[in-house]
Structures are given as C-alpha cells and as structure tokens.
C-alpha cells in the first residue's frame, strides 16, 4: 500500500528537532540564523536534511515494527481508502551519495519535517493573512502610476503643466491644477479605503482565537500508588493566566476525566502534559497542535491527528463483541494502549480508542474551491489510536508548499517512547519508530471549515503565504471598470478633434510667424483653450457614484451580508447578461428531494410513497414465532417477500412488494452517510453527514418510508424500522467503491448478518451482495438488458429530475 519505513533514517530523539514549545519560549535557534548557511528568509522544508535523513518520503530497511492489535484492525478498516504509494529509489540515492551529488538530500525544499507539538528548528513564515494591495510606502507612487496611466488624467497633467511656460500660458496656473488635484484625491481616498476595509477584514481573521493543546515534559520516574491532582504550574500558568484555559471541561469532548487509580500498582509516565491555551491565528505556528470544533475555519495547512464525535451515538453491539474477542489475542508482551497516565492540568483519560473515536470528519471547501459538497477526511490510524499525551512522539513528514489543491504525500512517524530511549541509553541509531503515510484524505486547508458535530485535533504544517489557498491565490491588482475604459476612449476622441479644430483654425489665419507667435505656438493655445470640452468633473462623479452603489449594496436588505471588496467595478454588475453555472448547488440551496422511483413495472410518486410505506412494512416485517431465534432474525435480501407477510396476497402483489423491497434495501444501504446525533434545544435530533447531499436525500427519503440508518461506520452498517424501532438489517462492509468524477458511480460490498446476536457471519453460509448505483449513461450498458430504463430515465429528466439507477448483484466466495 503506502511506505511505512523510511530509508536509512535514524530514529531521532527528543531533543534534536527542538525543546517542548511554553508559552513565553522564542525559536531562539531560529532566530540566530538556519542551518547550511541559507540566505533565504524562509525555509520550505526539513531543516535537518542530510546524511541522517537521505528521503523522509520513501521506504528502505528497518527493523520488525511493534504494533498493537488495535492499530492493525484500524489500519485494516482503512485498506479500502486512498493512500498514496511510495517507490523505494534508495539505489539511486546510495549512487548519488558516491559520486557526492547529494543535492537533493541537502535541499530543504525538497521535504518539510514537523515535530507535532514541539519547536522547531526552521524559521517559518508567520500565519498572517494579508488581501492589502498597498504599504504605506507603495500606496503613493503605485496609485498615481495607476491614475495617470489613463490618457484622461495624462491629458489634463499635461494642460496643467504647460502653464508653466510663458508662451502657452492663458491663466492662472492654479484654475488647471486645483481640478486635477482635486480628482486625484477623490480617487486616492477611494482606494485608500478599501484598502484600510481590506486590511481590517484581514485583522479579524489574523485574532481569530483558537484553541492550542500545549505538551509539557512530565518529571521523571514512575509514579506509585493514587495519582496526585496537583496541577504543577509553570511560570506561563503564574502571569495571570494570560492566554491560558483552565476550565476542568475544556477537554471533556476529547475524553472524559480520567479516574483516579486505586491500589498501589505502578503507572507508566506520558511522554508529556497536556494544556489547553488560547492564541490568536496570527500567533500559530508550525507543530502547533489544534482542537478543532464544528463550524470553525481551518487557519492554516493541517495534517488531522485525531477526530473525536462529539455526539452520542449507539454503538454496535456485535462489533463490540467482535472486538472483546479480538483482544484476547492482543501479545502481552506490547505496552496495553489503554494504560492510565498521570496527567498534569485538566487530567483525562488515556484511552481515546473509544467513544465515538472513529477518526473521520468532514470539512467544506467551498472558499477553497467552490465546491459545495462536504468532503470526507480521515485521522491516520497510527495518531487515532495514540492518546494525546503521546502527541510529542510524533513526526510528520510533508512535501515542499505546493499550490495543488487536490495532492499530498507524506508520512507521519511515531519515535520510541520516552522510556525506550532511557532504556537503549540514547542508542536509537538503529532503530526506528512505526510509520504511516499520509495522503490528501488526511489534511485540511486554510479557508475550509469543519462541518463535522466532531473534536478534530491536527497539526499545522504550512503557515501564511506558505498555505494552498495563499500560493493558489493571484496577487491583488487594481481592477477597472468597462466604464473606465470607455470614458478613456471618448477622450482620445475628443483631445483629436480639438488638435483638429485647433488647427483648422490656425489655417484660416494663415501658417505664417507674427512677431512673438509662430504656428505651432497658436494650435498649442488653441488646445488648451478647448481643454474644458472634455469634462474633468466626470471623472468625479462617476468614482463618487461608485462609492454610493458599493454602500447601498452593503445595506440593501434583500441581500444580507453581501461585502463590497472593491468599489471600483460595481457598475459592472448592470452589464452581466447570462450567468453560467456548472452543475446545482453553485446558484442554489444544493437541497435535493426523492420525488419519484420506478421499480421496472410501476412507478411511484407524491400520494403514491404511502403504497411504498405499506410495501416496506411488509416486507421487513419478521413474523413472530415460537423458536427463540425469530426474536433475533435479521432480513436479508433472500428472505422472501411471502415469509414476511401475509400469504393471501396475490402473486402480482408479491412481486411487485419483493421488487418494491429489494430497491428500498439497496438505497438504504449503497451510500457513504453517517447518522449523527446533536443537541438542540434540550432534544436529541438526527442528522446526517454525507460528501454528498443526493444520498442524504435518498437515507432521508427510506426513513420516512419505514427504514431508518441507525448505525454506521467504516466496517458495518444497522437499519432499523421506523415503527417500532427494532433492528432488522446488519451487514458488515467489506468493500467501499467512492464515487469519481470520471465512473460517475459508487458501489459497495456487504456481508449480511442473519442472527442480531451473532458474533460474525460465516464467510461460507452468508450472503455478500455488491450494491452499485451512478449516471443512467454509465449504469445502463452493465445492467441487465430491459425495454423500460432507457425511456424511463428520459421521462424523469423531461420532468427537470436528475436520474438515478440502482442495480446489485450477489457475489460468492469465489469472487
């Protein structure tokens, strides 16, 4: 899959990369100058690249790794997900280091190391964000090179300067240059304020607070008998606790509070301590930990370490059974995940595996990319299943700032515990930590928003002008109106037929000299005669109308929280014709409804979903008997129609309601939706997470005609019945096929579970069934041949429906 080791590397202890970060701590080391005699301001990559770090990138030898059972079964869970593949050229690097061309070994740029939660040893740009177009020292010269490079403000400099010689002089020089100067400071003030509005927007978003989780070295040794609550405050915590949180609930959506240990057993010391405090966006920095909450913005370029649900969710009792067994067979002779450590502050609990801790969330992106649907982002399976005090072991490995939106490598890596490298005496040459890679499902841009009810902890890894939505960004320039440029033109128009008045007049005269006047003298005075045909109030009316239409769209109260960003162009918005628009969602709400299905022989709509209703409370109505084992049946998609309800019913009926079943069966299971559950004023209220908001509104849709999702993760999936609330449907995922742009199709293996109380299925008796649904243009030449799909999909988009085909097929071991 993706490289786990990384060649020749040493394993790095605590101190090379950098001491804990504190509060009041600077990059002292930074600050004295970077490493390799570098002249450039800021580094792009790993500051400690060369021999000891030949390609963070890419895998080489290493010795066996030491996994715990529970981060293999998540890294398993995840084998279906996209993870980036390395090539070893390690040959190539051992040829280049011979020959003594190890340039690319050297160059910082070439890859970024982060040590998560620490200092580091490479001076990176600030987390500023900056729209300004203009410094106190450029506004002045940039603004005039942009006024006069209009021929209307050159003309009229050019009348007012020729007052200046006493052969053209016809008046005070002052009735030339008071009106020009007078429209160059109505104009200059103009752009002065946007600018100060640009840089204020700018300022809001560099203070917005967020929350840091700082980690804190621990005492040495082991800790006996009943933990102790004293919280040890370091001189940050004693300056009034500036910047600092310290309410005992700030973490309690991570982990609950951490029980006190009883008896007299050891207690193994974390790695670190962990604190929350406050800082500014502009305060962040590179390795900076951040807790994350719903609807927050992302401030920087993160790599998710860890996502939390908030929400209470009902878990699945046979997964849970699956994994008291599983862990039976855990080696004991690794370190137990869920050992109590002693914390030092707000102290919570190690164990973070549980809970809702499925390591997925989803972020919007439309201020990165436009795009509306909400898309699905993962933890890495090895910082998941790592308690956060452990955080500090960690070291992420990144390319270089790149502008793609859409691509990332890297790899996260978990060094030796604290206690390992006591015990090896600091001889970690030889050894190395557990890897992962890393790829775009695991990071989060500046500019996108969490749309998960879910704690998301990551760590920054690009910062400022180093982000993808700053380098994707093209520098402020001044925009111009089309009106402008007209106005420009109508001027040449006018300055050419006064020079050619001027000199019509001037050969009336006659082209001879009189004394003190020659020729050219006399068209030149003419000219500036005739200089007030072109208006220069123009000029000043239309920037001041500009700056009324920009303050009445602010504050119309049809279209709320609209923001002007330039006053310069909004007479353009009255030439705009047609709007082009790719796909729904861009111009609209992006709010589907199911409003009609078609089942091959009969279709159904509006009043007709309460035939649908009836058909689905038959068919996954399980008959009670007196065997003890009907209690638990699960429907499964063999189970007929006839043995689920009333036998009377005639045949057509049958098939139409087994037919009826299978379709509502299939949608309520081919999808990538998570129920989730919120807490809105004192009520529990279900919601749901989807990439997409077609299969919200297909899971909304079997709600509502009697088959609800009452469960889901990544390894099974539970439906329940909307009458009575029973379970009737389980099945295990074995495989998730995501929906691309180029398939325009999504399907999904499912192993089905006959007994509720069942551990497992058996892989050789079970049902597995692949679920597929896209396009009518990609779905219909793999279905089986029939004479209804085509016309039918045509109808449903006449009809301004967009169309959606559902097929499966049941699978055998074989397969």
């Known amino acids: 899959m993706g490289g786990s080791r990384r060649a020749g590397q040493k394993a790095r202890g605590y101190g090379e990369l950098g001491q804990n970060r504190d509060d009041a701590s600077e990059d002292a080391q930074a600050l004295l100058g970077e490493p390799g005699g570098s002249s450039s301001r800021y580094r792009d990559g790993n500051p400690g690249a060369g021999s000891d770090d030949d390609s963070p990138l890419l895998p080489g030898g290493s010795p066996p790794r030491r996994r715990s059972f529970a981060g293999d079964r998540f890294e398993r869970l995840t084998s279906s997900l996209r993870l980036p593949s390395f090539m070893s050229n390690s040959g190539t690097q051992e040829a280049a280091k011979d020959d003594g061309q190890d340039q690319d070994e050297d160059d910082p740029s070439s890859s970024r190391l982060v040590a998560v939660g620490s200092s580091q040893a490479t001076r990176f740009p600030p987390n500023l964000i900056s729209n300004a177009k203009y410094t106190a020292l450029t506004f002045l010269p940039v603004t005039l090179y942009n006024e006069f490079s209009f021929f209307f403000n050159m003309y009229f400099l050019l009348v007012a300067l020729s007052q200046a010689i006493p052969a053209l002089r016809i008046g005070y020089l002052t009735t030339y240059v008071a009106p020009l100067a007078f429209v160059l400071v109505i104009t200059m003030g103009k752009e002065a304020y946007d600018d100060i509005e640009r840089r204020r927007r700018d300022n809001e978003a560099n203070a917005e607070a967020y929350t840091v989780l700082v980690f804190e070295e621990p005492g040495r040794g082991m800790v006996s008998g009943q933990r102790?609550?004293?919280?040890?405050?370091?001189?940050?915590?004693?300056?009034?606790?500036?910047?600092?949180?310290?309410?005992?609930?700030?973490?309690?959506?991570?982990?609950?509070?951490?029980?006190?240990?009883?008896?007299?057993?050891?207690?193994?010391?974390?790695?670190?301590?962990?604190?929350?405090v406050g800082r500014k966006s502009r305060d962040l920095k590179v390795g900076d930990v951040l807790k994350l909450s719903k609807g927050q913005r992302v401030p920087a370029d993160v790599v998710i370490l860890k996502c939390i649900t908030s929400e209470t969710t009902n878990?699945?009792?046979?997964?849970?059974?699956?994994?008291?067994?599983?862990?039976?067979?855990?080696?004991?002779?690794?370190?137990p995940e869920n050992v109590k450590l002693p914390t030092k502050g707000k102290e919570v609990e190690s164990n973070d595996s549980g809970g809702g801790a499925t390591g997925e969330t989803f972020i919007r992106t439309d201020q990165l990319d436009g795009e509306t649907d909400w898309k699905l982002r993962l933890a890495s399976p090895l910082s998941q299943t790592l308690p956060t005090e452990e955080f500090v072991r960690l070291r992420v490995t990144g390319g270089k700032p790149?502008?793609?939106?859409?691509?990332?490598?890297?790899?996260?890596?978990?060094?030796?515990?604290?206690?390992?490298?006591?015990?090896?005496?600091?001889?970690?040459?030889g050894d190395e930590g557990t890897s992962a890679p890393l790829s775009i499902d695991n990071t989060a841009w500046a500019n996108t928003v969490i749309a998960s009810n879910a704690t998301t902890l990551a760590v920054i890894m690009y910062t400022g002008p180093q982000t993808r939505s700053a380098l994707s960004t093209a520098p402020s320039r001044s925009k111009t109106g089309l009106l402008e440029y007209e106005i420009n033109s109508l001027t040449k128009i006018l300055c050419a037929l006064t020079l050619a008045l001027s000199i019509i007049l001037v050969a009336l005269e006659g082209f001879g000299n009189t004394e003190g006047n020659v020729w050219y003298?006399?068209?030149?005075?003419?000219?500036?005669?005739?200089?007030?045909?072109?208006?220069?109030?123009?000029?000043?009316?239309?920037?001041?109308?500009?700056?009324?239409?920009?303050w009445f769209i602010q504050r119309d109260p049809g279209i709320p929280g609209a923001v002007v960003r330039t006053s310069t162009i909004p007479e353009d918005l009255g030439r705009i014709e047609y709007l082009l628009s790719d796909k729904t969602g861009t111009l609209t709400q992006n709010e589907m409804e199911m409003k009609k299905i078609h089942v091959g022989t009969v279709s159904y709509a509006n009043e007709a979903m309460d035939e649908v209703t009836s058909y689905v409370k038959q068919g996954f109505h399980i008959q009670p008997t007196t065997d003890p084992s009907s209690h638990t049946m699960?429907?499964?998609?063999?189970?007929?129609?006839?043995?689920?309800?009333?036998?009377?019913?005639?045949?057509?009926?049958?098939?139409?309601?087994s037919r009826v079943r299978d379709v509502v069966l299939a949608l309520a299971l081919c999808h990538n939706v998570t129920p989730t559950t919120e807490e809105e004023d004192g009520k529990t209220v279900v919601s749901y997470q989807a990439s997409s908001p077609d299969e919200i509104a297909i899971v909304r849709w079997t709600e509502s005609v009697g088959l609800r999702l009452a469960y889901r993760d990544r390894t099974s999936m539970v439906l329940e019945s909307t009458e009575n609330g029973r379970e009737i449907v389980r099945v295990r995922i074995l495989d998730v096929f995501p929906f691309t742009s180029e398939g325009k199709r999504m399907g999904i293996v499912v192993q089905f579970f006959e007994q509720a109380q069942s551990t497992a299925p058996n892989l050789a008796d079970s049902e597995i069934w692949f679920y597929q649904k896209g396009a009518d243009t990609v779905m219909s030449p793999i279905v089986a041949e029939n004479d209804w799909l085509d016309e039918e999909t045509s109808n449903m988009a006449r009809e301004g429906l967009r169309t959606l085909v559902v097929g499966r097929k049941r699978l055998s071991q074989l397969r």
């Open 634 to 657: 699960l429907i499964t998609p063999s189970s007929t129609f006839a043995n689920s309800t009333n036998v009377g019913a005639t045949r057509t009926r049958r098939e139409i309601g």
């Open 228 to 276: 102790s609550h004293k919280r040890l405050k370091s001189d940050s915590l004693r300056k009034k606790g500036k910047n600092t949180v310290n309410n005992r609930d700030r973490l309690s959506d991570i982990r609950e509070e951490e029980e006190r240990a009883e008896g007299d057993g050891p207690v193994a010391e974390p790695s670190s301590f962990v604190r929350e």
């Open 521 to 550: 003298i006399k068209i030149m005075r003419f000219l500036i005669l005739f200089s007030t045909i072109v208006p220069i109030s123009l000029r000043v009316n239309l920037d001041m109308g500009k700056s009324a239409y920009s």
């Open 315 to 335: 878990a699945s009792p046979v997964m849970e059974t699956i994994a008291e067994e599983e862990s039976l067979l855990v080696n004991t002779d690794e370190e």
């Open 402 to 429: 790149d502008r793609k939106v859409n691509e990332f490598l890297g790899t996260v890596e978990l060094l030796p515990s604290r206690r390992d490298a006591q015990d090896q005496q600091g001889a970690l040459d």
